[in-house]
């Protein structure tokens, strides 16, 4: 309709008329006159999402709540070091003996306290890896460099080194990084040969989280009990989904992941996605068959579900391309199924 074009009167029409025609918003060809034309719209969950899209907004300017924080976890160990020490010397006025055992003592806390932060520091070292290898391999389906997907490729190699079951994938790809192939075919390669049984085992934590979220909150009498719960396997559920992608996050690695988890949720519309998808799972029927209790252990299911395709998205190395992209509908599938189970039994 261009300007010179009247507008349309306002009339009414059955979807069964033959003058209706059903359209395709991409197609250009023009219908006959007077014919209805209806352009569907997208559905929020049914919007692409681009392939160059970062998976977290770039940050900028200067950190200074990592400033404040390091300010006072400095003070808090200077603080900690100056009781011991005041500690220890009071031992050893009143008794050598004393002494000596609360020097030992602390020796022991500094020793575990320099091996926790170690593996704090190299869990987080490696997510910031694996971060990286998803942005560079996204880069590379983009700019299609081949030398680039190489090192991309050797860098995934290293990080799969040390997972059996992806022995022969990795043996599979390292015959192929002498081919002539090009960039983006090689990362779609190596998602098919690394992540097509590290997907399945994803589906499979996330499914059985879903579904041991549903019972428990379907039957718990207290709704504290139900948060706590959710909580516990969520957090569970995130941690085993970063070690099976190759991360091993700590207790400041499993903060990162949480914020990262969130912020990709925000960015994606996964509540609104979510939100969609559980109004046309429980208002066709279902929820008339289920009692409240038992709709409220479902809908948290589905809600662990989402969290848990995000959780996915933030911890795989590589972004979905070559392999589908696990969707809500079918963990839903999963939890209909395992419900109509229980409720046999």
Known sequence: MNEKTPPRRPATFKLDDPGVVLIDPDDTSRLARGTIQIVPEAEPAQLPVPADA????????????????????????LGTGLGVINLVEDLFARNQGLGFLGLGFAVIAAVALAVITARELVGLARLATIEKLHLRAAEVLISDDRKASRAVVADLLKLAHRTPQLARARSALQSHTEDIIDGADMIRLAERELMTPLDQEARRLVSTAAQRVSVVTAVSPRALIDVVFVFVASLRMIRQLARLYGGRPGALGMISLLRQVIAHLAITGGIAASDSLIQQMLGHGIAAKLSQRLG??????????????????????MPFNALPRPALTDLAKDLLSKREEDNAR
């Open 54 to 77: 970062p998976l977290l907004p770039a940050r900028r300017g200067f950190r200074w709540g990592t400033l404040f924080w390091g300010a006072v976890a400095g003070l808090v160990v």
């Open 296 to 317: 409220e252990g479902m809908l948290n299911g589905l809600l662990t579900a989402r969290l848990g395709l995000a959780a996915i998205e933030v911890t795989r190395p």
